[in-house]
């Protein structure tokens, strides 16, 4: 019995001592500092070789890398410009619009019963406000009141009578065709000239279409150095027809630019080179320099075969001003009439010509690419009279 209760004692000794061990392990644990190192990523256990324990190496991927390709620009679609054809008809439909009124008012008085000289000042007022000019006004009046003259029999019909006159007045002897080849084989070189305003960038772009309807290759020589919109507007324009434009640094020697244009299209067989120049009137003897020099280092290596002048319709006797300053400066050989939709004195055709000696070739009537046609006096009269 004495036994059993020592050892009955000795186990709840024991026990009491296991407890109080566990409780102090415990509050140990918790009496931990917390870890400062860093924080490692552990790779997950589908990540880790089972073998060895460790990561697997990384995987190289056997794969050849993808470049991107860099992006490529579309080039412009090159437009197909308006035959001639087609912008003569329209040529007259414009022209009607803009014009009508002078020829529908000269018919007017002529139709009158009875042609008295209150008649005739009317009919001279008219034409003058057209600016047909002082000289050709008192010819074709002359002309008229002898043809429409009763001297017996039926008078003559005064629409065409006036048509007739009127083609006369413009001119049916002048040579109006622009000579935009050379010879010996080297292209034709146009020099196009005129003050800055009168559309005469815009002009040169719509003379290439006109060349490029014809199925002929040309050459732009942006030379009008001085205003950087000039040379980018060009580039603008030869690049819808699919024309090379030849141009130099802003600022630069306009004579290079010129030089330059002339010999890509001698070298590359071109049949016309387009030279586009500075207009600035400021300085007369400037200009005439400027000028003379371009054409002079072009004619070192082919001649210029035309000299179109440009000028607008609409500034009537400042445009024959500045058109008597050019063709003193240059050989002009043709006139190119732009904005010509946009006035009513259509007379300017009339005047111009008589003042330089040189025909109107091409007339511009309106803003759009095609909108430039050869110049005919029958086309322009019949408009006139509608």
């Known amino acids: 019995m004495g036994d059993w209760l020592y050892l009955i004692i000795a186990i709840a000794v024991v026990g009491v001592l296991t407890l109080a061990g566990l409780l102090t ?14 924080d490692v990523i552990v790779p997950s256990p589908t990540e880790t070789d089972t073998a060895t324990g460790a990561p697997p190496e990384p995987a190289v991927d056997t794969a050849e890398p993808v470049v991107a390709e860099p992006a490529v620009e579309e080039p412009p679609a090159v437009e197909r410009p308006e035959s001639t054809a087609s912008r003569l008809v329209r040529l007259r439909q414009r022209l009607s619009r803009s014009q009508g009124g002078l020829g529908k008012g000269l018919l007017s008085l002529l139709s009158r019963d009875r042609l008295d000289e209150d008649t005739w000042e009317a009919i001279e007022d008219t034409l003058l406000t057209a600016d047909v000019g002082v000289a050709p006004t008192q010819a074709l009046v002359e002309r008229l009141r002898t043809r429409l003259r009763v001297e017996g029999g039926q008078a003559p019909d005064p629409r ?50 006109i060349l490029v309807a014809e199925d002929l290759t040309v050459t732009l020589g942006a030379a009008d150095t001085f205003r950087a919109a000039a040379v980018d507007q060009l580039a603008t324009w030869g690049e819808r027809v699919g024309v090379e434009v030849v141009r130099g640094p802003e600022g630069g020697d306009p004579a290079s630019v010129a030089f330059e244009a002339v010999k890509h299209g001698i070298d590359n067989g071109v049949d016309t080179v387009l030279v586009d120049t500075a207009g600035r009137l400021q300085n007369k003897a400037g200009l005439m320099d400027e000028l003379g020099k371009i054409k002079r280092v072009i004619e070192k290596q082919a001649a210029v075969t035309e000299v179109l002048l440009v000028l607008d319709a609409t500034t009537g006797q400042n445009g024959l001003v500045q058109a008597r300053v050019f063709s003193e400066i240059v050989d002009v050989t043709g006139i190119v009439l732009t904005k010509l939709d946009g006035s009513a004195k259509g007379g300017i055709v009339v005047q111009v010509q008589r003042e330089l000696g040189v025909p109107v070739k091409l007339v511009g009537l309106g803003e759009g690419p095609d909108d430039m046609a050869p110049f005919e006096a029958s086309a322009f009269v019949d408009a006139l009279l509608g």
């Open 25 to 38: 392990s415990g509050r140990r644990r918790k009496a931990a500092p917390p870890s400062r190192t860093k």
């Open 160 to 209: 065409t009578v006036l048509r007739e006159e009127l083609i006369e007045l413009v001119g049916t002897d002048l040579d109006r065709r622009v000579q935009v080849t050379g010879a010996d084989g080297k292209p034709g070189v146009v020099l196009v000239v005129g003050v800055n305003g009168a559309g005469k960038t815009t002009t040169v772009g719509k003379i290439a279409r």
